[in-house]
């Protein structure tokens, strides 16, 4: 079981494979493995112990930062999350990411964003699309209105922490521009990502 795993300068933690998209881009589908990582879906999930743990055993000096994230939707696991966090920066000043879909207060259906102060530096949340019918069309959320809520979710986070939507580069100009729109309209910065095939 792959619980903590490097990409670039980073140390990602996998820490549940439950989520509540079905992209028709996710590579869970055909891939047993991310950039060479082998193991990320769990046949359980870890402990939050087990997941300390694991973070705690690295040197955390060699990346620059560290990012939640799962082979699923981590917010699942948001109150471990944040509880993990804060045990972190009681012994190093890495900076602490959140990679969600932004679908957390739907899967508790209570507003979960107060969790994330003193505990999370970013949430970075997919946004994908630049509405309603192309996001469900797209990600195939359980939610009927998760593309509603993820905006709402960002609004709220920005309360406690740094908030940034992504989309991916292979979205038409005027598309981008559009969520550059509503990125700001919830507070939020726009990172475009590039498009890994």
């Not at 957390?104 to 999370?120: C, F, R, S, V």
């Amino acid at each position: 079981m792959t619980i903590t795993y490097e990409l670039g300068k980073s140390l990602y933690v996998n820490i549940t494979n439950r989520c509540s998209n079905a992209c028709t881009f996710c590579v869970r589908k055909d891939e047993p493995t991310i950039n060479g990582v082998d193991d990320l879906w769990l046949e359980i999930e870890p402990t939050q112990e087990e997941i300390q743990a694991d973070i705690l055993r690295r040197d955390l000096d060699q990346y620059d930062e560290l990012v939640f994230c799962g082979y699923g939707e981590p917010t699942y696991r948001l109150d471990e999350i944040c509880a993990i966090a804060k045990e972190v920066k009681k012994v190093h000043s890495i900076p602490i990411r959140l990679n969600t879909n932004g679908h957390g207060n739907l899967i508790y259906k209570k507003d979960m964003t107060p969790l994330l102060k003193d505990a999370i530096d970013v949430v970075s949340i997919s946004l994908n699309a630049k509405n309603k019918k192309e996001y469900d069309e797209l990600c195939r959320p359980v939610f009927e209105d998760a593309y509603e809520e993820l905006l709402e979710f960002a609004r709220l986070a920005g309360r406690y922490t740094k908030v940034v939507l992504t989309i991916v580069d292979i979205l038409p100009i005027e598309d981008q521009e559009a969520c550059r729109r509503i990125s700001q309209s919830v507070g939020a910065e726009l990172r475009i990502r590039s498009y890994i095939d």
